[in-house]
């Protein structure tokens, strides 16, 4: 199996403004902890994704890539709205053999339509042309409009939608989220992460049960073989620990056949994300 959303960081060495003080996510996470839960899970692999607006976040997850044989992708950041910096960046990092994919926290900034300027539709071009992947996040209903948007802007690009798009689990909530992900599902070069169903349940007593009608309509809108397993551990913890959580998440599949539950907990990543774990 291929963890397809796994986060590292170590605050004391550089900055994530977004973690909160005192939390549970404020503390070290590196390797040396990760590494053991994957194995207890029966992960083989997992994908690095970018935590902080940041170079020396991306340099550091490549460097952990590079020790570390269990770590198969990366995806980074390069600044999405600044293309002639985004180039040179690119360039630099297409010479590691890990590096899959670029985000930008664009879900924490204060302009929705941020992703849609003209200078960030020239650095998504040149993803297009390195054939790197775009992961985005949606918080709100104007962030998935956008997704859409993107895909048919750009058909050549691959856009990993984490999360589920955020559908408001522990709210219970429904739509316009339906609605736009079946719309979403219309564009073939979106795939979806099936990670972070917990951490909005954060205190709640929950089961794969809690999060099942959204599995099982992203599963009839994109089909298994557009769909990609992934912890999003350690924010995760703020739901369960690893292994209760990544089982869960495997009880939402219980319903597949093998050949699905392979697509979601494998294929699909080691396809979009061009993995070479066995």
Known sequence: MIDSHLHLW??????????????VLDDEFGPERARPEL?????????LVQAADSYEDTFYMLSVAAKHPEIAGVVGWVPLDRPAEAEAALELFRHSPVFAGVRNLTHDYADELWIMQPAVTETLELLVRHRLTLDVVCTT??????VAALAMRHPQLTIVLDHLAN??????????????????????????KYSGVT?????????????????????????ADRIMMGSDWPVSL??????????????????????????ITHDTAARTYALTLG
Not at 168 to 191: K, Y
């Open 199 to 223: 951490t909005s349940l954060a205190g709640r007593v929950w089961t794969a049960a809690s999060w099942q009608r959204y599995l099982d309509h992203v599963l009839a809108a994109f089909g």
């Open 167 to 192: 559908p408001g689990i522990a709210d219970e909530a429904w739509e316009p989220w339906a609605d736009q992900m079946a719309a979403v599902a219309a564009h073939p070069n979106v795939i979806v």
């Open 10 to 23: 170590k605050p004391a060495e550089r900055a994530y403004s977004w973690i909160p003080a005192g939390t």
């Open 238 to 263: 703020l739901g369960g620990d690893y292994q209760q959580v990544w089982a869960a998440q495997l009880d939402g599949l219980a319903g597949l056949t093998d050949a699905e539950r392979r697509a």
């Open 141 to 146: 209903p104007q962030h998935l409009d956008n």
């Open 39 to 47: 194995q207890a899970a029966g992960v083989d692999g997992a994908v």
